[in-house]
């Protein structure tokens, strides 16, 4: 039988896979899961371990999917979504960075983002209207979905941000793409961008004949091929190696992409959540009360999170129980000062150049292997860094961070936007006016 889904908030009533992609969140403020975890025997078959990443890929989302998607179609999206490396580079005594920035946007979100295009406009290939995705952005999430939905058929998408807000390399990520990516330059904040991305989705009319749809971070779609990635640094250990995860932590999706992944049989010892000053999950982890509170900036900006919005899915992974959860994860928190050192010392021992987000990983697991000497620990590099090129050279010096020739490219292009006001009743007749 085909892969259902259930909302957390209300256990009894399942959907398809192509309402828990397109709709994305619940109407009762849920979140979505898989109504039945595929178990290892399904999925780590014998020999797993010399699977190309395409054919791990697609076998981990062929259990997930239970027959949802034919199997050619579904290999043929895996392998256009998952066509960059993830590799385990090691930089000391039982420490080891799984680099997951080798896509397009130079983050890990392109891993999820670029399946859940594709899988989007699959499941919309029969439908008589093109799927619009609109999102708003406060830097990173744009350019990760703009390039994912590139050339995708049948879908357009339309990304709004803050004139002014983002920085100069992000805005040249959102807005030179062209075909099927639209930018529109809000002559506002991001809460602006927000707040009209959702009078779009409120307008019954436009939202039903632009065939609307979200992007969003919590859609299962974006959290499955995030598993993928875990059992590649498996099958990059030696044999028999169970090791520690460390995952730098936001909205949670990443580490929660981890739990799924051992559900799926990966050989695992534990997970380390680790976050900067925005510190709810370790707090949580430490007193078993989850205080949700505003945001703090730090230089790990994407992990700037006061409410992570996959929590629930992993108190619902452990049955709701506290005890479960820290039996699989534990928490460490640290600030700017310390991710700082962090950056510097990994230069000056080891020779590799680390972002912050890792820094604050690498942190972590130092502090893991204070009473675990002997544990194996990977930590996940999220981001290239030279996206946060600023700091990194306050640290390492001029010149330290190699550019991508790709991020190095997008400087010549041409940025094309439309210019937009703040304003629903300007944004809501434009879009009138790009639908049939
Ligand atoms: C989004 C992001 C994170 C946080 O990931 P979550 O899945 O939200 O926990 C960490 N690092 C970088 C670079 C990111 O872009």
């Not at 090691?90 to 397009?104: A, C, K, Q, S, Y």
């Not at 620990?377 to 330290?400: D, N, Q, R, W, Y």
């Amino acid at each position: 039988m085909a892969q259902k889904f259930y909302s957390t908030a209300s256990a009894g009533r399942f959907v398809d896979l192509k309402q828990a992609v397109l709709r994305s969140l619940p109407s009762d403020g849920g979140l979505y899961m898989p109504a039945q975890m595929p178990g290892p025997d399904e999925v780590l078959k014998p020999g797993w371990r010399d699977w190309s990443f395409a054919e791990l890929s697609y076998r981990i989302s062929s259990s997930f999917f239970r027959g949802s998607v034919p199997e050619e179609d579904l290999r043929e999206m895996v392998g256009q979504a998952i066509n960059f490396d993830a590799p385990l580079v090691r930089i000391g005594d039982g420490m080891n960075v799984l680099e997951l920035f080798h896509g397009p946007s130079l983050a890990f979100k392109d891993f999820g983002a670029r399946f859940m295009a594709r899988l989007m406009g699959w499941l919309t290939r029969e439908d008589d209207r093109e799927l619009t995705v609109l999102v708003a952005t406060s830097g990173d999430t744009g350019g990760a979905v703009a390039s994912a939905f590139h050339r995708v058929k049948g879908t357009r998408v339309v990304v709004l941000y803050p004139s002014g807000k983002v920085s100069a390399l992000q805005e040249k990520q959102l807005t030179t793409l062209g075909d099927n990516v639209i930018a529109l330059e809000v002559r506002g904040t991001f809460d602006d961008c927000q707040r009209l991305v959702k009078a779009a989705f409120l307008h019954e009319h436009l939202s039903e004949n632009l065939n609307l749809t979200s992007a969003n971070s919590i859609n299962i779609a974006r959290l499955l091929p995030q598993a993928f990635y875990y059992f590649y640094a498996s099958q990059q250990l030696p044999e028999e190696t169970r090791p520690v995860f460390v995952v730098p932590s936001g909205n949670f999706g990443n580490l929660t992409a981890g739990l799924l992944a051992r559900r799926m049989g990966l050989p695992v010892s534990h997970f380390v959540a680790a976050t900067n000053v925005n510190d709810v999950v370790p707090n949580y982890l430490r007193s078993g009360h989850y205080e949700p509170r505003p945001s703090l900036p730090t230089i790990s900006n994407a992990m700037d999170v006061g409410a992570p919005s996959n929590f629930v899915r992993i108190l619902e992974l452990h049955g709701q129980e506290h005890s479960k959860v820290v039996d699989q994860i534990s928490g460490f928190h640290f600030d700017d000062c310390a991710t700082r050192e962090a950056i510097r010392e990994v230069g000056e021992t080891t020779g590799y150049v680390i972002d912050p987000h890792g820094a604050v990983g690498y942190l972590a697991a130092r502090a893991w292997r204070r009473d675990h000497p002997n544990d194996e620990m990977v930590i996940l590099e999220t981001a290239h860094p030279s996206k946060f090129l600023g700091v990194m050279e306050e640290e390492l010096g001029p010149g330290a961070v190699e550019i991508p020739e790709r991020l190095a490219c997008l400087a010549a292009r041409e940025k094309i936007a439309v210019q937009m006001a703040a304003e629903e009743s300007a944004f809501l007749d434009w879009l009138s006016g790009i639908a049939p």
